[in-house]
């Protein structure tokens, strides 16, 4: 297994069209993750899926943001009418969890978004 | 809720010398995971090092020691003899259940 994979790489978009991201976890690990990261800040939480249930939401997550996990293995992230400020990159993670115990917690490489 | 706070936000060594990055947390948890990441300028996250909270012994791995003071919630990194290729941002992090809460990050610039 090569690790957490992340594509593309780089995406540069107009204001106001639609991305997204996919992400291919380590394929034994049951959780997985995004989070955004905006330049000089540390990563946020955005959401978590167990298996194909997205179990927790952050604040940040605006309507504009969805995420998908069909069949528990990759998953998509999609920003319709991207706005500027929706420039960042976009992190995904996964890990081995059960409960409030996580093993393995491995980060991809990143989308890096740019919305001109 | 959870918390990690970086307070230099950026340091400044020459070659050789050792520097130690701060990290504090809060939380109100008893069972919770500490981490240190390293993000060169490439960007991915590279995992340094996991401790829990139960498990209060410093470590060394190479240049790398790692200080865990739960009485005053700190979990300090320090690069002994520091080397240019060790110029990165460093993250400290928190997890308490599922989600990592990460601190802002500590931007090491080591010149030759």
Request: net charge neutral; proline share 3%.
């Amino acid at each position: 297994d090569t690790g957490v994979s992340q594509n593309p790489r780089h995406k540069i978009t107009k204001r106001g069209q639609n991305v997204t991201f996919r992400c291919d976890p380590i394929s034994e690990h049951n959780r997985l993750y995004w989070y955004r990261q905006t330049l000089g800040q540390g990563p946020e939480f955005l959401t978590y899926f167990q298996n194909e249930a997205q179990l927790e939401k952050s604040r940040l997550l605006s309507d504009r943001f969805s995420a998908e996990r069909p069949k528990g293995s990759f998953s998509t992230l999609e920003i319709q009418r991207t706005e500027q400020g929706d420039s960042a990159m976009y992190l995904c993670a996964s890990s081995l969890g059960s409960g409030r115990t996580n093993y393995g917690y491995t980060f991809g490489s990143g989308t890096r978004l740019t919305v001109v | 809720a959870q918390k990690v706070t970086q307070a230099q936000t950026e340091i400044s060594v020459v070659e050789k010398e050792d520097v130690t990055l701060d990290c504090v947390y809060e939380t109100r948890d008893t069972t919770y995971y500490l981490f240190w990441y390293k993000q060169p300028p490439s960007g991915e996250l590279v995992f340094l090092i996991r401790r829990n909270s139960f498990d209060e012994q410093n470590e060394i791995s190479g240049r790398y020691s790692w200080n865990f003071q739960k009485s005053t919630s700190s979990f300090n990194f320090t690069i002994t003899a520091s080397q240019v290729v060790d110029s990165a941002v460093y993250f400290c992090a928190l997890i308490s259940g599922n989600m990592l809460t990460f601190g802002g990050g500590t931007r090491l610039m080591v010149k030759p």
